[in-house]
Structures are given as C-alpha cells and as structure tokens.
C-alpha cells in the first residue's frame, strides 16, 4: 500500500506561483510513475505532468514552459513548481503514484488563481 499526502495549494494572483509537494509513505519505493493531475469545476480530471523513475519527464501541452516536476528520493516525496499562472489553472490538484498493481492518488489540494 502507498499513501500520498498534497500540500502547497493556494490562492495567487495571475502570474504567480506555487510549489505543491506530495509526500509518499507505505510502500513508496513501489511507485514506478509520479504524475500530477487537476480537476476544474466541472471538468474531467485531466493529466498535468509526469517524472517517471529514471527522471523522464512529460507535460501537458497548457503547462509546459510553465510547470515542472520534480522528484526528492531521498524524502519520498514530489513536487509540482508551478509559475506564471492563469486563472485557467484554477483547480483541485491531485498527486498519483502509479505501481505494476494499480494507482494511488492523495487527498486534492485546491489551487486559485484571480485575474
């Protein structure tokens, strides 16, 4: 089993920024993918960014440029560095940690971005 917890969720002006971290316990070292995704009111949840663990990276074509995600292995944990921010960014983001057996996801942490 793998926990994740979210943190770093905020409010923010256009043009900001924000780091979220999510924070793996259990039996973390069984991730082979870590992802962001982000669900809008009222939308589907949709794939923001991936490392896998090799340090491949992958982005969404509305983020990239402008998010990066990382990877401390040392704490079990990931992160999403989110800059110049939009108001179209505004979301609960989820962490996902992908196994061989199935997905893990944390709890959502809410991002706001005003124009």
């Known amino acids: 089993q793998v926990q994740l917890a979210e943190s770093g969720g905020g409010s923010v002006q256009a043009g900001g920024s924000l780091r979220l971290s999510c924070a793996a316990s259990g039996s973390a070292f069984s991730i082979q993918f870590k992802a962001w995704y982000r669900q809008a009111p009222g939308k589907q949840r949709e794939w923001v960014a991936q490392i896998s663990n090799s340090g491949n990276t992958n982005y969404a074509d509305s983020v990239k440029g402008r998010f990066t995600i990382s990877r401390d292995n040392a704490k079990n944990t990931f992160y999403l560095q989110m800059n110049s921010l939009k108001p179209e960014d505004t979301a609960v983001y989820y962490c996902?940690?992908?196994?061989?057996?199935?997905?893990?996801w944390g709890q959502g942490t809410q991002v706001t971005v005003s124009s």
């Open positions: 996902n940690g992908r196994t061989l057996m199935q997905d893990y």
